[in-house]
Structure formats: C-alpha cells, structure tokens
C-alpha cells in the first residue's frame, strides 16, 4: 500500500474552526488510550470486499453518527518515532502513568473489552508482564503483574450523555466541517476497500498539500462497514517514507463481553493504594488560539521565558506548532531540574540558542523541545522550526 495512488478520488473541500468535543466521539471507542488511534494489519491475503460506494464525506458522517458498541478483541501497535533506544525491562505500568511514555515506540500487543457503556478493561501484555485498566463505570482499578500493585479510583456517578452538550448540527453537517477544516491543507480521498481483522471496511486517505515542512507524509483510516467503527490507523513519515504510526485490531468480536471481565479482585499479597488516576478529561485550548504576548511571564523574565499558562499556537495547517508549560520539567537533567522528571533526560542531546536552551527530539513523525525554563514546544515539523517559535 504506497503513499497514495491514481485510484483515489478526490474530495473538494475548504475550512471551517469550529472544534469536535473528544467526549462526543470517544464513546464509540472505550478505552481511549488505545482505540482513539486504532490500527492494524489486514488479514492475509484476502481480496478486497465489495462494498456499496460512499464518499469521504459518508464515511465520516457514519463515524460520528455510530452509537457505541459492545466489543472485544486484540490489538497490535508498532510505533517508529525516532525515539532513541530506552529502557523497556519494567514493561508499560498502568499503575504509573508517567511511565507510559514505553508505549510511544515498538510493538505492544492490547486486549481490549468494552460493554457498549461505561465498562471497559484495557491489558498490555509485553513479555511475561501484563498491566491492566479496568472500569465497571464506578471503580477503576490500574493493576500491574510486575510490581504486584493495584491502584483504586472511586469514580463519580455514571455519565450519560446528556451529561455534556452534544453539537446541533448533524453528522453530515458534522463531517463537511471537519472535511472544509482538512481540505484547506490536505487532500482528502476515498482508497479501495480493504480487509481489517476479518471485517468489511472503507478507507478515507489524508494527504497534507502544499507543506513541505510537516513530517506527516499521509494518514490512512480504515472504518468498519456495518458498525462505522474505526478499524486502522496509519501514519506515514516525510523523513523515513515508511509507517510511523500502525495501530489496531488484529481480532474484533462485536458481542458483549461478560460482566466479569470488569470486576477485579487484587490477588494475595498484592499492594492495594487508594489514589487517584489521571482520570479527568485535558484541558483544551480556547477555540482562539493564544499570542506569545498572551504568556504570563515570571517576574523579571524576559520573553524567551514565558511559561504559558494555556498552550500557545503558531502557524496553522500540518506544520503547526504549539508551546505549553511542563512547569520545571523539562527533559533537561541540567541544574535546576528535578532529577528523572523524564525519562528522555539522559539519551536527547542538550542544545541551545537564541530562544533558550533544553533537549530535542528529532522524530520521524513528531518533534518535541524541552527547555530548561519548562516549556514544551511539539509539532509535526523539524525541530528547526519550534527553535524560531520559542524565540517568537
């Protein structure tokens, strides 16, 4: 499968800004970490179904229309991000959830389970460990094998989803939104049906045109024809020319799985904390995006060292860059520093410039900054740009 192809079709589309509440469409994705980007091989060598015709604009408007539902299956995520080589012997600790960052390269194999509501299990199983989110909608417990710890979160009352305003449009008028926003910056094609998992699924293909700075090559979505529910993520990289991004489904069985599956018992000798799991929803930048004169500086810095209370934005399409505050956590081990606030600490290089000092990471796909004075500046584009956007 190439980076596009003559058998695309494409769609004619312009932009709009209006922004898609995450709560409106991660339902039909349980357990967010892993099915918001799911991804996946097709399954040998079968032949492409034959489906009725939809257009991008169909498929998406399918997507954010679906109901959830229930399911279960196998997950397969490989990650090329020009990380450098970390240490991956603890395994993925769901207990810690600063240490998550091992998921961001290689391959992870997940199972996955969800009851089309509030309940739902997540399991990362890598090597002879395994580590655990369990939900039954009131308690969430993070567990993990290797350390033989549990943490228990006491959730709030069960949402529904007149809990949050849902948009008045429809999911037509949804979708040829979302389709004007991408279409300013990208082509956005239909490709050949494909196989994922053994099911019937389109695929819709996004290509950035006319910006030879991101790093994002093209972005491939496979959407299950009968459930609408995304099968396969693949992202594509301008430095490598190969996937960066392949996440998914490898098994998918869409009936409910029994309740059992989300009720966990710690086993004996097993270290119990009472805590506090970063449950709550990020917050999102305002629809306006923020100046670097907006920042809020320390008393006596200057403008280099700013530390934005909200992310800052620069630039617009694919080869946006956003700063946002880590607070004095960079990935720095310079002075001042708190030591292993970041696991990257010791393996990026240390540079410096006009906009500062930190550590980089060059990535294939994405390109982080962490400056010693604790701001973050990340984007799908060469660290050279995020350089000119914190000496902004």
Excluded: C, K
Excluded at 32 to 53: F, K, N, R
Excluded at 220 to 242: H, N, Q
Excluded at 279 to 301: C, F, I, K, N, V
Aim: charge should be negative; aromatic fraction near 6%.
């Amino acid at each position: 499968m190439g980076l596009g192809g003559p058998r695309h079709t494409l769609v004619n589309v312009r932009t709009s800004t209006r922004r898609t509440s995450f709560r409106w469409i991660a339902p039909a994705a349980a357990a967010g970490l892993v099915i918001a980007t799911p991804g996946l091989l097709t399954v040998g060598a079968s032949a492409e179904p034959t489906l009725p015709p939809r257009d991008a604009e169909e498929i998406i408007a399918a997507v954010i229309a679906a109901e959830p539902v229930a399911f279960s299956g196998e997950v397969t995520q490989e990650m090329d991000l020009g990380l450098p080589a970390l240490p991956r012997d603890a395994g993925v600790d769901f207990t810690d959830p600063g240490a998550l960052w091992s998921l961001a390269s290689g391959t992870n194999t997940w199972r996955v389970w969800y009851d089309g509501g509030h309940s739902y299990r997540v399991a990362i199983i890598r090597g002879q460990s395994e580590s655990d989110l369990i939900s039954n909608g009131s308690v969430l417990w993070a567990w993990s094998s290797q350390s033989q710890t549990a943490v228990r979160t006491e959730l709030g009352a069960a949402e529904t989803p007149d809990d949050h305003s849902v948009p008045t449009e429809t999911p037509q008028d949804a979708a040829r939104e979302m389709l004007r926003e991408l279409g300013q910056y990208s082509a956005v094609a239909t490709d050949e049906n494909v196989r994922v998992a053994g099911r019937s699924a389109y695929e819709v293909v996004v290509t950035p045109q006319d910006d030879d700075q991101t790093r994002v090559a093209q972005v491939r979505m496979a959407v299950d024809a009968e459930t609408s529910m995304p099968l396969r993520l693949e992202v594509y990289s301008t430095v490598t020319g190969r996937l960066a991004v392949d996440v998914g489904f490898t098994r998918i069985d869409y009936s409910t799985p029994n309740a059992s599956v989300f009720e966990f018992t710690p086993p004996p000798g097993a270290e119990v904390v009472e805590g506090s799991w970063p449950t709550a929803d990020p917050q999102l930048p305002t629809d306006e995006p923020m100046t670097p004169s907006d920042a809020q500086a320390t008393p006596g810095a200057d403008a280099t060292t700013a530390t934005p209370p909200n992310p800052v934005t620069m630039g617009e399409g694919w080869s946006q860059v956003t700063i946002t505050s880590a607070g004095t956590q960079g990935a720095s081990d310079s002075p001042g520093t708190p030591e292993g606030a970041n696991p990257l600490a010791t393996v990026l290089p240390h540079i410096g410039g006009d906009w500062g000092s930190g550590t980089v990471l060059d990535g294939t796909l994405v390109s982080f900054v962490f400056a010693d004075d604790g701001r973050v500046a990340f984007g799908a584009v060469a660290p050279e740009a995020l350089y000119e956007a914190l000496a902004r």
